[in-house]
């Protein structure tokens, strides 16, 4: 403890002599209330740094514990000139910084180090907006929000919200800024993950961000930085950089889906990408069929098509509404660009099944085809690779209708959905 308060004497006495170009009427700034001690309490003094170096006299800066959404300290430095030296500030505020020395030494060392609810502390911000608004908004913590009220919305283990969760009414969704408006119109927002390890590969990162970059701009905020190096986020604060890098289209689909990103384990060659084969398989491989993958893809770039299989009668469905079961997972394949509503619908089976129980179906949920659906599907045994087509007669998706009357039947209860015979792609 003492080794930290000297670390922190030591960092008072440089900012003594610090011209500060940033400005902050006011600054937030977010903090996660579990990881290292180590680390919390590096996250402290940059925090004290930011708010001595940012927060100008007749400026506010406010800390919170964005886990919980507790006020951990207000920092306010008097419209006087007299304290726009740093130290004068930290002095003025010693009761905020012993505040936030507590908090770093209250850490909670968990699996789930960095957690914030970062829906709950945007909605915060937006609720204070009128009475407290802010310029800017800093957060140190892991961008992987879960919900514990809500498992089947949890980020973990590789999973992005689709867009529609955004804009969707909040009993529908822990995701969910309806209501807000552009309360937060100009706000530029800050993130840092260092020291918490949360990205599966390069494709998750990158959803996650335009995720939360979407979600910023529901309010009328920009994610300007997210990145895992804080040094980096800290400068471009005291930059006062407001404007973004990227910027993402937001989808006009108003799906609720858990977007399963594809775990990396190795070389990986999509289902898309694989040569054919020309083997049929015998009796005793499809009923013991193993690593079986399926995949499809369509004509009507517009149109939203979504795959489903069931392992066996009385197994769980996987389809995007339940991307992990005990049988396999779905996910989606990137392989035509980063389009988060279209990428490839994807399912890998962990545990060997038999073809000829295997359900699979193709519904048209939402867009329009005037000449309805035609479409590829591919069928992956034990490394070897089929292709076959499908139709779906409809002209205009259905949201999934009567998905419990395909189950139960196992076949098609309407014009907006296909099944598909896997034995056929791989006998004939």
Same mark, same amino acid.
């Given at each position: ?5 000297n ?21 937030a700034?977010g903090?996660s ?33 964005a ?21 004068a500030?930290l ?29 709950e ?12 608004? !802010? @310029?800017?908004? %800093? ?10 009220l +809500?498992?089947s &919305?949890? =980020? ?26 552009k ?39 920009e994610?300007?930085?997210?990145h ?8 471009? !604060? @005291?930059?006062n %950089? ?5 910027r993402?289209?937001?989808?006009? +689909?108003?799906? &609720?889906? =858990?977007?399963?990103v ?51 009668g ?11 079961t ?8 990137f ?9 490839l ?13 295997? &359900? ?5 949920y ?63």
């Amino acid at each position: 403890m003492n080794v930290f308060r000297n670390a922190l004497a030591a960092t008072v006495s440089i900012l003594a002599f610090t011209i500060c170009p940033a400005r902050a009427d006011s600054l937030a700034i977010g903090l996660s209330s579990s990881g290292s001690e180590e680390l919390k309490k590096s996250e402290v003094s940059d925090t004290i740094r930011l708010l001595a170096e940012t927060v100008r006299p007749g400026e506010t800066g406010f800390v919170y514990n964005a886990t919980t959404g507790e006020l951990l300290c207000t920092f306010e430095v008097p419209d006087n000139k007299g304290y726009a030296a740093p130290k004068a500030k930290l002095n003025r505020n010693a009761a905020c910084v012993r505040s936030l020395l507590l908090f770093a030494e209250n850490a909670i060392g968990s699996l789930d180090a960095g957690t914030i609810d970062l829906p709950e502390f945007l909605r915060l911000l937006a609720r204070n907006a009128s009475g407290a608004p !802010v @310029e800017t908004i %800093v957060i140190f913590g892991s961008p992987i929000f879960s919900d514990p009220l +809500s498992p089947s &919305l949890s =980020m973990a283990g590789g999973r992005v919200p689709s867009d529609g969760h955004i804009s969707t009414l909040r009993p529908n969704s822990s995701y969910s800024l309806s209501g807000f408006g552009k309360t937060l119109d100009g706000v530029a927002i800050h993130f840092s993950s260092e020291g918490y390890s949360w990205i599966v590969n390069d494709e998750h990162e990158y959803l996650t961000r335009r995720f939360w970059s979407l979600s910023a701009n529901a309010l009328g905020a920009e994610l300007v930085t997210f990145h895992s190096d804080r040094d980096q986020v800290i400068q471009r !604060v @005291e930059s006062n %950089v407001r404007q973004p890098a990227e910027r993402y289209a937001v989808s006009d +689909s108003d799906k &609720l889906e =858990m977007i399963q990103v594809r775990i990396d384990n190795g070389p990986y060659i999509p289902i898309y990408d694989r040569e054919l084969s020309r083997e049929n398989l015998s009796a005793t491989a499809l009923a013991d069929a193993r690593k079986v993958e399926l995949g499809i893809r369509w004509d009507c770039p517009s149109c939203d098509i979504d795959l489903y299989a069931r392992a066996f009668g009385g197994a769980d469905i996987l389809f995007f509404g339940q991307t992990r079961t005990r049988e396999g997972i779905f996910h989606k394949d990137f392989v035509q660009g980063r389009d988060l509503m279209n990428g490839l619908e994807t399912i890998s089976f962990s545990a060997p099944i038999d073809l000829n129980d295997l &359900l699979i179906a193709a519904n048209f949920y939402a867009g329009d085809a005037p000449q309805g659906i035609s479409g590829e599907i591919r069928l992956a045994v034990d490394g070897q690779t089929y292709a076959g087509e499908f139709e779906i007669l409809a002209k205009q998706g259905n949201r999934g209708a009567e998905l419990t009357e395909l189950l139960k039947a196992g076949q098609s209860p309407n014009d907006g959905w296909v099944v598909i015979d896997p034995v056929t792609i791989v006998t004939e």
